[in-house]
């Protein structure tokens, strides 16, 4: 079967750092996305990983361990609009299936 | 670069009524893809299209959801009668071929309330 999990909601304080983790169970494995989705509005692309390691694009990282089935999304310098849903999508057997989001909250 | 666009934003129906959904993807996006978001979860794919023929239907409820994309351009779905639990955003999302990346581009998606 096909299972990705992703904490349910999480706060952090504006500046800080956060890591949003994701675990999955795919049959194959063709790439991780991480998506961005603020409320009521559309997900927009944050970045891919198909090989092991950190993939680094400004504030915002990921890490892949395919043999672990895990990833972690890594935002640093925390800003009030990263206030989103972030959600985890794994691409296997020539679709994408969707983790449940994790809705972060950016205190002041 | 436009990007998807989709029509209407927001349709409030009630139970047993029928109701489509209009989808323009990207231009050159051979692939299109229609999801439905229940508030509190991620995506679920519906139907994916290459070009004018369904690549993968397996969770489209097929008994009242329909789909189809003529043209192998815009994309219309369907569904008839609707239920409480359709009640949902309809997100549609388009792909051009890459060499590994392939991101899918979301348009703003339909709101629909089911009473």
């Known amino acids: 079967g096909q299972n990705i999990d992703q904490p349910t909601e999480m706060t952090a304080t504006e500046g800080a750092i956060v890591q949003i983790n994701c675990t999955y169970q795919?049959?194959?494995?063709?790439?991780l996305f991480w998506y961005q989705q603020h409320a009521g509005e559309a997900p927009t692309f944050l970045s891919y990983?198909?090989?092991?390691g950190l993939e680094e694009k400004g504030r915002f990282s990921s890490f892949l361990s395919r043999s672990k089935g895990y990833s972690y999304l890594l935002l640093k310098e925390l800003q009030m609009k990263d206030s989103a849903s972030y959600l985890c999508a794994v691409r296997g057997g020539g679709k994408l299936i969707f983790g449940q989001g994790t809705e972060l909250s950016v205190k002041p | 670069e436009a990007g998807v666009a989709q029509s209407p934003r927001y349709k409030i129906i009630e139970k047993r009524q029928s109701v489509a959904f209009w989808c323009n993807p990207i231009s050159g996006h051979a692939t299109l893809y229609w999801y439905q978001q229940i508030l509190g979860q991620g995506p679920k794919l519906l139907i994916q299209?290459?070009?004018?023929?369904?690549?993968?239907d397996s969770q489209l409820p097929k008994d009242r959801f329909s789909a189809e994309r003529l043209k192998g351009v815009d994309s219309t779905l369907k569904i008839q009668p609707a239920k409480l639990e359709d009640s949902a955003v309809y997100l549609c999302?388009?792909?051009?071929?890459?060499?590994?990346?392939?991101?899918?581009?979301f348009g703003p998606g339909t709101r629909l309330t089911v009473l």
């Open positions: 999302a388009s792909s051009s071929p890459g060499p590994v990346r392939n991101e899918q581009f």
């Open positions: 990983n198909v090989l092991d």
């Open positions: 795919t049959s194959g494995f063709n790439g």
């Open positions: 299209f290459q070009n004018n023929g369904v690549v993968d």
